[in-house]
C-alpha cells in the first residue's frame, strides 16, 4: 500500500492544519492555562470543529457525521499536535465515537451519534484503574440489580471527562482482575446518583478526571455490545486512539523540528549562525530522517484502520512505540539545541516537550507497545 494521501485527504490536512493555526494555536494554550478555566478548553472552539465536519469525521453519514475514517482523523489529530490545540477531539471523536460505531445497538447510535457529530455531546472513556496503563486491569463490578446492574469502583486518567455529558465505563461482569473475558461496557450518566467525577489537571495542561461508582444503577439498555465481551471492542477503541496519538505526537515532532531548524537559522555564537556548525546539522539531519519516517508509520497504522486490516493492531503499536520514540527525541534536541531558554516559557518548546511526555504515557508508553508487539508476533 502507498503510504501518501489521496487528493480528499490531502485537502483534509490542509484544511486542518490552517485551521487550527489561524483558531488555536499555542498562544491560545497559554491564555487558557494562565486562566485556569475550569473546562480547560474553548467550546467556541469545539463549535467551529463541528462546524467544518472535525467533530463527527468518523461517524458515518447515516448518522450525520462525515464518515471520513481513520487517516481523516490522524490528520487532524496531526494538525492538533503541530499547534497543541486543546479541545475534546480525542476523547469524544475517536475513543467514544469508534465505540458506539462498532459496538453500539442502533438506539445507542441513533440517540447519540448525531449530537456527538454537531458537537452538542461529549463523551470519555473510562477505562484505566492504574497508574500505568493495562486495559485489562479491572476491579470495577458490575453487580446484577433488577433489569440492570449496579457498578462500583474507581477509574484513573479520564480524558476529559470532567465536562462529559455521558461516560463510557468499563466493568466487569464476570472472571477476574486481569482477564480479558468478563468485561462489560457501558453508558453512564456522571450525574447519576453515586457518581463523582473530579477534574485532574496534567503537566501539558491538558484536563484528565478521576471517576468514583458507588453502586451507580444502570439499565440494560446501557449494555454498549455484548455483556461479557467488552475487550474487544475497548481494544478496538483504544486502537484508534494510540493511532491518533501517534498522529499528534508526529504533529509535535515536526513542529519541534521545524522551530529548531528556524533558531539555528537566528541565534549567532562566536560571531555566526550557530546552524553553520556541523554537530549540530548532523543532529539536524538525523531528526529529519525520524520524524519523516515516523510519518511513515503512523499514517500505515491509521490506513489499515480503515481497511479493516487484521494486522492493524501490529500496526498501532509499532506506529504508537515508534513515533513516541521519536516526539522524545525531537523534543529533547529542540529543547537542547535551544539552549537553556529552550526550558523556560519565553519559548514554546518547552510546551511541546510536555505534550510529546504525555502523549507517550497515554494508552501505553514506547515499553507497553513494544511488548505487545512482540507478543502480536508470537515472540
Same mark, same amino acid.
Not at 511488548?371 to 512482540?374: E, G, K, V
Given at each position: 500500500?502507498a503510504?501518501?494521501?489521496n487528493d480528499e ?7 486542518a492544519?490552517?485551521?487550527f493555526a489561524d483558531?488555536?494555536?499555542v498562544a ?7 486562566a ?7 467550546r467556541?472552539l469545539?463549535?467551529?470543529?463541528a ?7 468518523a461517524?458515518? !453519514?447515516?448518522?450525520?457525521g462525515?464518515g471520513?475514517?481513520w487517516v481523516?482523523a490522524?490528520?487532524i489529530?496531526?494538525?492538533i499536535? +503541530?499547534?497543541?490545540s486543546?479541545s475534546?477531539?480525542?476523547?469524544t471523536s ?8 462498532k459496538?453500539?445497538?442502533e438506539?445507542?447510535?441513533?440517540a447519540l451519534?448525531p449530537?456527538?457529530?454537531?458537537g ?7 477505562s484505566?484503574e492504574?497508574?500505568?496503563h493495562?486495559?485489562?486491569?479491572v ?5 446484577p440489580?433488577?433489569?440492570?446492574f449496579?457498578?462500583?469502583? +474507581? ?5 476529559d471527562?470532567h465536562?462529559?455529558d ?5 466493568a ?5 482482575v486481569a482477564d480479558?473475558a468478563?468485561i462489560t461496557?457501558?453508558l453512564v450518566?456522571p450525574k447519576?446518583?453515586?457518581v ?5 489537571s ?10 468514583v461508582?458507588?453502586?451507580v444503577?444502570?439499565d440494560?439498555?446501557?449494555?454498549i455490545?455484548?455483556?461479557? *465481551?467488552g ?6 477503541a483504544?486502537d484508534?486512539g494510540r ?5 499528534e ?6 513542529t ?5 531548524v528556524?533558531y539555528l537559522?537566528q541565534r ?6 550557530i ?6 546539522q548532523?543532529r ?7 520524524v ?6 503512523s499514517?500505515?497504522?491509521l ?5 479493516g ?11 504508537k512505540?515508534?513515533?513516541g520514540?521519536?516526539a522524545?527525541l525531537?523534543t ?5 539545541m535551544? *539552549?537553556?531558554i529552550?526550558?523556560?516559557d519565553?519559548?514554546?518548546?518547552g510546551?511541546?516537550?510536555?505534550r510529546a511526555?504525555?502523549?507517550? !504515557? ?7 507497545h513494544g511488548?505487545?508487539?512482540?507478543r502480536?508476533?508470537?515472540?
Open positions: 500500500m503510504l501518501v494521501l485527504q490531502a485537502m483534509i490536512r490542509e484544511a492544519e490552517g485551521f483558531h488555536a494555536p491560545e494554550l497559554r491564555r487558557l492555562r494562565d485556569k478555566d475550569a473546562t480547560g478548553f474553548d467556541g469545539w463549535a467551529k470543529m462546524e467544518m465536519g472535525f467533530a463527527g469525521v461517524v458515518p !453519514e447515516a448518522y450525520g462525515a471520513l475514517g481523516a490522524g490528520l489529530q496531526e494538525a499536535g +503541530k499547534n497543541l486543546l475534546p477531539f480525542l476523547a475517536v475513543l467514544s465515537a469508534a465505540v458506539l460505531v459496538g453500539g445497538s438506539e445507542q447510535k441513533a451519534l449530537k456527538l457529530a454537531t452538542e455531546l461529549l463523551l470519555a472513556l473510562a484505566d492504574r497508574a500505568r493495562a486495559p485489562s486491569h476491579e470495577t463490578r458490575a453487580e440489580s433488577g433489569n440492570g449496579r457498578l462500583t469502583g +474507581k477509574k484513573a486518567h479520564v480524558l471527562g465536562v462529559a455521558r461516560l463510557i465505563v468499563a466487569r461482569t464476570g472472571g477476574e480479558k468478563g461496557l457501558f450518566d447519576a446518583a453515586g463523582r467525577v473530579e477534574r485532574r496534567m503537566v501539558d495542561s491538558r484536563n484528565s478526571a478521576s471517576v461508582l458507588e453502586g444503577q444502570v440494560g439498555a446501557d449494555v455490545g455484548e455483556v461479557g *465481551g475487550y474487544a471492542l475497548l481494544t478496538a483504544l484508534a493511532a491518533c496519538l501517534a498522529a505526537m508526529l504533529g509535535v515532532s515536526h519541534s523540528f521545524a522551530m529548531t528556524d537559522k549567532e555564537q562566536f560571531g555566526v549562525k546552524g553553520s556548525f556541523q554537530a549540530l548532523h539536524a539531519a538525523h531528526l529529519f530522517c525520524e519523516e519516517l515516523a510519518r511513515s508509520v499514517l500505515r497504522a490506513q489499515a484502520l480503515d481497511d486490516d487484521v494486522r492493524a493492531p501490529v500496526f498501532v503499536s509499532l506506529a512505540a515508534k513515533v520514540e521519536v522524545k525531537a529533547n534536541e529542540a529543547v537542547q535551544h *539552549g537553556g529552550g526550558m523556560t519565553d519559548f514554546d518548546i510546551f511541546f516537550m510536555k511526555r504525555a502523549a507517550n !504515557e497515554t494508552f501505553g508508553d514506547s515499553a507497553f511488548d505487545r508487539l512482540a502480536l508476533m508470537n515472540y
